[in-house]
C-alpha cells in the first residue's frame, strides 16, 4: 500500500493527527508524532519553530516534509500541514 506521496524526490505528504511523544518537568509538550491510522509513527524534529502543531492535536491534518528514518525511527522536518475534515473511510495516512 502506498503511504505517502512523491513531491520531490525528498518531500512526501502523509495524513496523519499529532500527538504528544514527551513532556518537560512543568508538563509542556517538548516532542510530537504524526499517528497514522495503519499504526505508522513519524517524530516531528522541527516541533520548536512549530508550536502551533499542537492545536492540530485530535484533529485529522496533511502534512509536508522531508521524511527520512534512523535506527528505526521515522522522522519529518515538517514544511507545511494543512487540517482536513474526514467523512470518508478513507486511511488517513494515503493522501490521494
Not at 20 to 28: A, G, L, M, S, V
Not at 70 to 81: A, C, D, L, Y
Request: proline share 4%; hydrophobic share 35%.
Amino acid at each position: 500500500m502506498l503511504q505517502e506521496k512523491q513531491h520531490r524526490n525528498d518531500t512526501v505528504t502523509v495524513r496523519g493527527m499529532v500527538v504528544p511523544r514527551q513532556w518537560d518537568e512543568q508538563f509542556r509538550v517538548t516532542e510530537v508524532l504524526i499517528a497514522c491510522k495503519d499504526e505508522r509513527e513519524i517524530l516531528v524534529e522541527n516541533f520548536k519553530s512549530l508550536p502551533n502543531l499542537l492545536s492540530l492535536s485530535r484533529e485529522e491534518a496533511v502534512f509536508t516534509g522531508v521524511v527520512r528514518t534512523e535506527r528505526g525511527v521515522e522522522s519529518m522536518i515538517v514544511e507545511s500541514f494543512t487540517p482536513v475534515n474526514t467523512t470518508s473511510q478513507d486511511n488517513p495516512c494515503v493522501n490521494n
